[in-house]
């Protein structure tokens, strides 16, 4: 089974610049999330999506972040304008529902490495 | 307080020894508890994950979970340098209704030869 698939890999921008991110999930998984993994620090959850609707943005910085998930499969997340504290890596992630809470497993894909100058 | 809290090491142990990762957490509603291995540059993938108190094991790794103490740690077996990494611990409470995670800044491991 393919995994969760991301691009860029690696994006460098100067603050106030605009940019975008793609993923992929792993086929028939509803739930796709994305995560800002600063340097040092754990995943933060910035927004978690089923199927084409949000479930989960209460930690995305909504004057400048926006993401979106047409037909429920792919997604993209979008930085305008962006700040220097913006710099890290953003993971996408998905898992199936159908599994069950005991067997439970969100799977990350490489992540994107934004390095805002 | 945050939410899930881990030392952030780092943890060294020599190859063979076993090591001992340990977590706390302050939501009393969590259910579900993950440990993830991050290789640096990489992205986490699941090595273990445990819902009822004990112990877990698979392979070198035991899970154990205290609910009371709310408390989870990982022991890692006969260390190899391969298991130098970081390892985050991440909690779910299944009744806010989401399925969200969340992460523990992770502890690094060094696995010394």
């Known amino acids: 089974e393919a995994g969760v698939a991301q691009s860029p890999r690696y994006k460098i921008i100067e603050k106030r610049q605009s940019v975008a991110f793609w993923c992929n999930p792993i086929?028939?998984?509803?739930?796709l999330y994305w995560y800002q993994q600063i340097l040092g620090q754990g995943p933060k959850l910035l927004i978690q999506?089923?199927?084409?609707?949000?479930?989960?943005d209460s930690q995305l910085p909504k004057d400048r972040f926006s993401a979106e998930r047409l037909k429920g499969v792919d997604s993209t997340l979008k930085i305008q304008p962006a700040k220097l504290e913006d710099s890290a890596v953003y993971l996408c992630?998905?898992?199936?529902?159908?599994?069950?809470?005991?067997?439970?497993?969100?799977?990350f894909g490489p992540g994107t490495r934004l390095t805002v100058t | 307080q945050k939410e899930v809290e881990q030392n952030s090491g780092p943890l060294s142990v020599p190859e063979g020894a076993i090591a001992s990762l340990n977590c706390t957490y302050s939501?009393?509603?969590?259910?579900?508890f993950f440990w993830y291995r991050q290789y640096s540059g990489k992205s986490p993938e699941l090595i273990m994950f445990i819902y009822s108190n004990g112990d877990k094991e698979d392979g070198r790794f035991t899970a154990q979970l205290n609910k009371a103490s709310q408390y989870v740690s990982l022991l890692i077996r006969d260390s190899q340098p391969s298991d130098s990494a970081t390892y985050l611990c991440a909690v779910i409470n299944w009744n806010t209704g989401f399925q969200k995670l969340v992460f523990g800044t992770g502890t690094r491991l060094l696995v010394s030869p």
């Open positions: 992630a998905s898992s199936s529902p159908q599994v069950g809470q005991q067997a439970y497993e969100q799977y």
């Open positions: 939501d009393r509603g969590s259910q579900s």
């Open positions: 999506f089923q199927n084409n609707g949000v479930v989960d």
């Open positions: 086929s028939g998984h509803a739930t």
